[in-house]
């Protein structure tokens, strides 16, 4: 059996200030934005991943304080021009650190508005070998 992670939940406290964020300043994708009477959610995946995140009023959104995810990762195939994609956009980011010279073990991090921290580890085999294949375009997934 095969158990897929698909979504997390990030909590904020303002959800147009995280959209921004997560869609203008990291670059995800706005996979949809749900506004009515029961929610005001939405849903960005980091490009080329399969696993998104949701921001939103939804109860399991408000059951958590905003700013207290920590430690979710993202994973890279080269983290300094990584890090530098993101400050060119205007998002601060720590220094990029080798804790082991091996692929993995190099890692830098940011904060969303609201203090949720992320760790960017880089993987140099997702250059050659992507989690989720791509086509001769460049593009994820099949279309």
Request: proline residues 5%; contains cysteine.
């Amino acid at each position: 059996m095969d158990w897929t992670l698909e979504v997390v939940v990030v909590p904020v406290s303002e959800i147009d200030r995280a959209v921004d964020f997560y869609h203008d300043k990291l670059g995800f994708d706005l996979d949809h934005r749900t506004t009515n009477e029961h929610m005001d959610v939405a849903q960005l995946t980091p490009r080329g991943s399969g696993c998104s995140i949701v921001v939103g009023s939804l109860p399991s959104q408000r059951g958590m304080k905003p700013g207290s995810l920590h430690g979710v990762q993202l994973v890279v195939a080269d983290a300094a021009a990584a890090r530098q994609e993101l400050v060119d956009r205007g998002v601060m980011c720590s220094e990029v650190t080798v804790f082991d010279e091996r692929d993995g073990g190099t890692f830098f991090g940011f904060t969303d508005p609201d203090g949720n921290t992320w760790a960017v580890q880089q993987i140099k085999a997702r250059a050659d070998k992507p989690l989720i294949p791509h086509d001769a375009r460049g593009r994820f997934g099949a279309e």
